[in-house]
């Protein structure tokens, strides 16, 4: 199944997108895709509909993130080799971990604000998991069956507040709009290999990143497991599991998002965003 949440901000309906791409209703069978709807059962009663009987929605609503409610957005920083290098940073030799606030989380073609005072703003083409079930210490052989399904994620973020402002990456990446999650949560069985996914991402039309899930350092499941041994994680939450070179902070000279500027990204089976630039 591919699952949204669709219409105006803070009014979402949950839904779903049928084979033929058509939008449909899911309100009568779930309120709102909250980590409950994600559950094995609620997914397994979702999945026994016959998309045909839902109420279809006419013209192009607004996509929020496909999931609400979260306990928390984590985040895998430096995951591909060639990001990291192209960063300057060493190969990590176990996953880095870092925070992004909830109240990042956006719609996949909501504007993205530049902070007030941002000098370095970056883009990001992640694939993130949304978990369905509770984790906790759970194994890298078992961690993918704790997932709900999979999402294009932007983890925007301000480098200068990442990096050159004292304390940890979390207030560079926190920001309102800096988390563009969706346009469908795509559940396991659309996903046939999660490590062999392609991804892409443009600015202004122009081509910045181009990758594949098979080059990450730590794999989706060894992320989940890994993360699992730190702290619970619930269903609902978001891991995104770190992104492809391509960045601005890597280009020579560094470039980063203006006012005006609009970001294009995709993931295979996940759908694409688009994000404008505007001011905070």
Known sequence: MKLVRYGEKGAEKPGLIDKSGQLRDLSAHVKDLT???????????????????LPAVSGKPRFGAPV?????????????????????????TEPIIFMK??????????????????TKLDWEVEIAAIIGTRAKYVSEADALNYVAGYCVCNDVSERNFQTER??????????????????????????KDVQNLSMWLDV????????????????????ISYVSQFMTLLPGDIITTGTPPGVGLGMKPPTFLNVGDVV???????????QEIVAA
């Open 264 to 274: 294009t990204l995709g993931i295979e089976g996940l759908g694409e965003q688009r």
């Open 166 to 191: 004292l304390g940890q990456w979390t207030k560079g990446k926190s920001h309102d709009t800096f988390g563009p999650v969706g346009p469908w949560l795509a559940t396991k069985d659309e996903i």
């Open 35 to 53: 980590g409950e709807a994600y559950s094995p059962e609620s997914l397994k009663k979702l999945a026994a509909l016959d998309p045909a009987s």
């Open 204 to 223: 202004n039309g122009q081509r910045r990143q181009t990758g594949s899930t098979k080059t990450m350092i730590f794999s989706m499941a060894k992320c």
């Open 101 to 118: 606030a909830n109240t990042s989380l956006s719609g996949p073609n909501d504007a993205v604000e530049k902070p007030r005072g941002s």
């Open 68 to 92: 609400t409610g979260i306990s928390k957005f984590v985040a895998i920083g430096l995951n591909y080799s060639d990001h990291a290098k192209e960063t300057g940073a060493a190969i990590p």
